[in-house]
């Protein structure tokens, strides 16, 4: 599967905690994050992450974008939950693509053991009916 990460900068010490928590099934999956989160997940825990660019550069469009285009199959997105960024355009957009495209997302640390531990069980094998990648 391929997993997206994004962690705000209040929320990449718990994106790194979860990542080692949850390393042994991230590593069976593709992973890609914004630049800054890549490096601090891959510091802690040693996976294999793509780096996309900052989220400042415009990595959140890049995820957005392959959510568009069927190249992501789920995202851990741990966001700033302040009230001076609720009407965050580019994180309204991400979160509506999500909602177009049905990709499952995680925007807390619940739901994304949620998440995670149904992809190990298999839950989420339906995904790669609709995800052009697996039917090459």
């Not at 718990?14 to 928590?21: D, G, K, P, S, Y």
């Not at 900052?54 to 995202?75: F, K, M, P």
């Not at 609709?130 to 039917?135: F, L």
Request: hydrophobic content about 40%.
């Amino acid at each position: 599967m391929e997993i997206a990460i994004i962690a705000h900068d209040l929320k990449k010490e718990l994106m790194a905690q979860f990542c080692i928590a949850y390393c042994g099934i991230l590593s069976k999956h593709h992973l890609c994050a914004t630049a800054v989160t890549a490096k601090y997940i891959s510091e802690a825990t040693g996976l294999k992450i793509d780096s996309l660019m900052s989220g400042a550069q415009g990595g959140e469009q890049q995820i957005t974008s392959r959510i568009a285009y069927n190249e992501i199959d789920v995202l851990l997105y741990f966001r700033d939950t302040r009230p001076s960024n609720i009407n965050n355009p580019v994180e309204q957009e991400l979160l509506r693509a999500c909602d177009v495209y049905n990709v499952p997302i995680a925007t807390n640390i619940a739901t994304a053991e949620v998440i995670i531990t149904a992809l190990e069980r298999g839950d989420l094998d339906w995904r790669k009916i609709v995800n052009p990648i697996y039917n090459k």
